[in-house]
């Protein structure tokens, strides 16, 4: 009966203590993503008046292939740039139609996935293994509280199918260049 007690209190720990881990603070932000890291696509917001580059570390580019998920090891990052503006507040364009983005980073949003990730989470809010995290362009974290990723959790939910991701399954499944 001792050792049953035990046990159970070492599985309970060991559930207590994945949960524990859970969160923003395992997601490293990945210092010199912009010169390390491909870009593969930018997007412009005109509801937020700013552009979006997004890249993918190069290991996780290379050995993905379409349909398949992800592997671990993956990180992806969406970064938020200010938009050069006319005199009027309407967006500078570029000779293609494109909004012109300023240097000015304004959010470095990150999700990242490793093994077993996924089970620190109850499953009804798991994305596969993949966590959440979102930084300044300095790298200090712009938010640690779990409950500010909920969004990210329920969005993602929706692109299973693609291993919980919207642009980089999809640019692999157009085939990467």
């Known amino acids: 009966m001792r050792r049953l007690i ?19 603070e395992r997601v490293a932000f990945p210092v010199g ?5 491909v870009r ?6 005109p509801d937020r008046k700013s552009k979006r580059f997004f890249y ?15 592997p671990a090891g993956t990180v992806l ?3 938020d740039h200010k ?3 006319n005199a009027d507040e309407t967006p500078q364009r570029d000779a293609e139609g494109r ?13 990242e996935k490793q093994p077993g990730w996924g089970e620190a989470y109850p499953e009804e809010k798991r994305n596969g293994d993949w966590d959440y995290a979102w930084f300044l362009a300095d790298g200090t974290p712009k938010h640690s509280d779990p409950a500010r990723f909920e969004g990210c959790f329920s969005c993602h ?14 640019y692999v499944l157009d085939g990467k260049p």
């Open 157 to 170: 939910q929706s692109r299973a199918e693609r291993d919980y991701t919207f642009t980089f399954f999809k």
């Open 33 to 37: 993503y912009g010169n390390d890291f």
């Open 77 to 79: 990052i969406m970064e």
């Open 40 to 45: 593969y696509l930018d997007v412009d917001r």
């Open 56 to 70: 993918v570390n190069p290991a996780a580019l290379e050995a993905a292939r379409p349909g398949e998920d992800l």
């Open 99 to 111: 909004f012109i983005a300023t240097e000015e980073i304004t959010n470095v949003f990150v999700m």
């Open 83 to 85: 938009i050069a503006l």
């Open 6 to 24: 035990f046990v159970l209190a070492a599985v309970g720990f060991g559930t207590l203590a994945a949960a524990a881990s859970a969160g923003p």
